[in-house]
């Protein structure tokens, strides 16, 4: 069974361009998540997805990022403009539906560097 | 605000040693994840932990909860050097229909020497 996917892997731009990170959560999976890692700090989370719905979108930053699933499935984070404190790994990771552990099984990581 | 921290945020140890990583978090939940982090790598799920006095072993792991302490402990049993890497406690709190979003402790980097 393939595991959680994320495109790209590494992206590089400059402050003020624009980013679209790619996920794929793992097939059946009805919950998805989002978080992101800047260096030196913990793991946070960022928004969460119930199918094409969004549950909880309490941690992201600012409207500068912009998440969609469109048909439940795979998932899109835009960054725009993107600022130099964006920087960071972007991890997505889902779950199984109404799963009492809601083990959340994650991806490789975008690696995001704004310069 | 939930926090949840981890103590030591970094562990050398020698091969065939034991050491403990303490995860302590700050409000009531009773979902607690231990994961292991390669360099470059995705987080690989280790343990999930569900109730109190929960405790749960994999090879050299060993993953335990104390609902009322509001900590779990992560023990390394005879560590070899295929352990090292970075550890992370998170703590997943209740809404609407599951668990949802997960709070991370800072993780671990655990270095095994010869």
């Known amino acids: 069974e393939a595991g959680v996917t994320q495109f790209p892997s590494h992206s590089v731009i400059e402050k003020g361009q624009t980013v679209t990170l790619r996920c794929d959560p793992i097939?059946?999976?009805?919950?998805l998540y989002w978080y992101r890692r800047v260096m030196g700090k913990e793991i946070k989370f960022l928004l969460h997805?119930?199918?094409?719905?969004?549950?909880?979108e309490s941690g992201m930053p600012n409207n500068r990022f912009l998440a969609e699933r469109t048909g439940g499935t795979y998932s899109t984070l835009k960054v725009q403009p993107a600022e130099l404190e964006d920087s960071g790994v972007y991890f997505c990771a889902s779950s199984q539906p109404l799963a009492d552990l809601n083990e959340q099984f994650f991806g490789p990581g975008t690696r995001l560097t704004v310069l | 605000e939930l926090k949840v921290e981890q103590n030591p945020l970094f562990l050398s140890m020698q091969e065939g040693k034991n050491y403990t990583i303490y995860c302590n978090y700050s409000?009531?939940?009773?979902?607690l994840y231990w994961y292991r982090q390669d360099p470059g790598k995705s987080l690989e799920s280790l343990f999930v932990?569900?109730?109190?006095?929960a405790v749960k072993q994999e090879g050299r792991l060993m993953a335990s909860l104390d609902t009322k302490a509001r900590l779990s402990t992560l023990h390394i049993t005879a560590a070899v050097h295929d352990l090292s890497a970075t550890y992370f406690c998170a703590v997943g709190v209740a809404g609407g229909t599951s668990y949802g979003k997960l709070t991370f402790g800072q993780g671990t980097i655990l270095t095994v020497h010869p």
């Open positions: 097939s059946g999976h009805d919950n």
């Open positions: 932990l569900l109730s109190n006095g």
């Open positions: 409000t009531t939940s009773d979902r």
């Open positions: 997805f119930v199918k094409e719905s969004k549950q909880d």
